[in-house]
């Protein structure tokens, strides 16, 4: 199966953060936004959404271990996900 992978980048750290691996783009989205609209989230993309951008970085073939790695292309933007109401959290901890 192939797994895309993804990161997010903390533009106040200059930093992307550990790459992790989901089926698609709409998945790690739905996961990105859940965790931005966190109600009791002290984590900074919940408090800093402005600083904070979710990047593919490639993909992973886990039936034969190929990865394919291509330029960081932005997915969505924390500020642009941000809603008024929180989410169960699903993005996993570092």
Partial sequence: MIQIIVSVKDS???AFGRPIFV???AV?????RDEINRKDSTEDMAKHPEDFELYELG???DSNGAI???EPRLVARA???KESSGAAPLWPSA
Wanted: charged share 20%; net charge neutral.
């Fill in 12 to 14: 106040a750290a200059q």
């Fill in 68 to 70: 394919v790695v291509i």
């Fill in 28 to 32: 790690a989205v739905r996961s990105f």
């Fill in 59 to 61: 993909s992973f073939d």
């Fill in 23 to 25: 089926p698609s783009t």
């Fill in 79 to 81: 500020k642009d996900l």
